[in-house]
């Protein structure tokens, strides 16, 4: 099993960054996917993820209408749209692919890659 991410760098405020997650080793298609982000000196935060059921997508408050979390099955592939980065989004992006979440807790197969890093900076 393997996640790998993927478009991390540095850019200045206002830019855009596309994040990419490649996966392997599992049904990639029955995963429900997700974005993390660990800033420095802060604990691990959710940034954007599919629901466990349907295709619907939520987004974190501080990134709502900026990043746009889509997946294409046939690629194995989840991706994180950045637009209008902040200095404050400045972090270590992960993956994570979970088989069953109960509640907001990943009670069955959980999967992370290994991390991209954004920085936003002038």
């Known amino acids: 099993v393997q996640l790998m991410e993927s478009g991390g760098g540095l850019v200045q405020p206002g830019e855009s960054l596309r994040l990419s997650c490649a996966a392997s080793?599992?049904?990639?298609?029955?995963?429900?996917m997700r974005w993390y982000r660990q800033a420095p000196g802060k604990e691990r935060e959710l940034v954007a993820g599919f629901s466990s059921y349907g295709g619907s997508t939520t987004h974190a408050d501080s990134v709502k209408g900026r990043f746009t979390i889509s997946r294409d099955n046939a690629k194995n592939t989840v991706f994180l749209q950045m637009n209008r980065l902040k200095p404050e989004d400045t972090a270590v992006y992960y993956c994570r692919a979970c088989r069953e979440y109960s509640g907001s807790s990943c009670v069955r197969s959980s999967y992370w890659g290994q991390g991209t890093r954004v920085t936003v900076s002038l």
């Open positions: 080793g599992f049904t990639f298609s029955t995963y429900v």
